[in-house]
């Protein structure tokens, strides 16, 4: 087992009001398993995969990624183990706009201390079609160049699981079937977990299993 949510809740305080986002969520996803997950806007994707990245907390329960429980774990010891096990795939990139392409990828690795960072990253970039693109920043890249930038750096430290939010939604139709075949290419290449959150069913025909969250809960389509 990849990821396990076990017994999950999550509300925020909206003034006097306390909204539940989870109350009691339970969930697994197997090894090198990809998993779609949609629903509604507000419906709670996103706060799903900030959980599973640990970038917010749970109010109860616990979540478990490749046997290690949050809750066993640090502050500190959360980033770092978040920083090696986990990569992401932003709808709108979150690439650093003064690094070019080449150093964006290579960063994680820098974090992680991984040998010979700028090989991978060349390796990479080679393999998203962007070898021709090493030294240019952001602004010079067009929106599918920059999520294909954003996809070699979400792959260089080789994590155990792949975060993806919206990873084709600012993009046209075609560029956006380009950059996710790249995506579901590389994850097999990789032998890597992947949970996709999408409004597209077409994107989500592509993952082994797809589910929908409603009311806090996931249904398997």
Do not use: W
């Not at 509604?40 to 990245?53: A, R």
């Not at 490749?66 to 932003?90: H, M, P, T």
């Not at 990873?167 to 075609?174: A, H, R």
């Not at 790249?182 to 077409?202: A, G, M, R, Y």
């Amino acid at each position: 087992m990849m990821l396990k949510i076990k017994s999950l809740k999550k509300s925020y305080s909206q003034g006097l009001e306390t909204i539940d986002i989870f109350q009691d969520l339970n969930f697994q996803v197997q090894k090198a398993q990809t998993v779609a997950i949609m629903g509604k806007s507000g419906s709670g994707k996103s706060t799903l995969l900030s959980l599973i990245s640990g970038i917010i907390k749970p109010n109860n329960g616990d979540i478990i990624l490749d046997k290690v429980s949050y809750k066993d774990l640090k502050e500190s010891q959360l980033n770092d183990f978040r920083a090696s096990n986990i990569g992401f795939v932003f709808q709108n990139f979150h690439l650093v706009s003064y690094l070019n392409a080449l150093e964006n990828v290579m960063l994680p690795a820098k974090v992680c201390g991984i040998s010979n960072p700028k090989e991978k990253a060349i390796e990479l970039l080679k393999d998203v079609g962007l070898e021709h693109r090493l030294n240019h920043l952001p602004s010079q890249l067009s929106g599918g160049e920059k999520q294909r930038v954003a996809i070699a750096r979400a792959l260089i430290h080789n994590p155990k699981i792949i975060l993806a939010d919206e990873p084709s939604g600012n993009l046209d139709e075609e560029t956006g079937i380009a950059v996710m075949d790249k995506l579901f290419e590389l994850i097999k290449k990789n032998n890597t977990t992947l949970i996709l959150v999408t409004h597209s069913k077409d994107v989500a025909k592509r993952c082994e299993e797809t589910y929908e969250l409603v009311l806090g809960d996931l249904t398997k389509c």
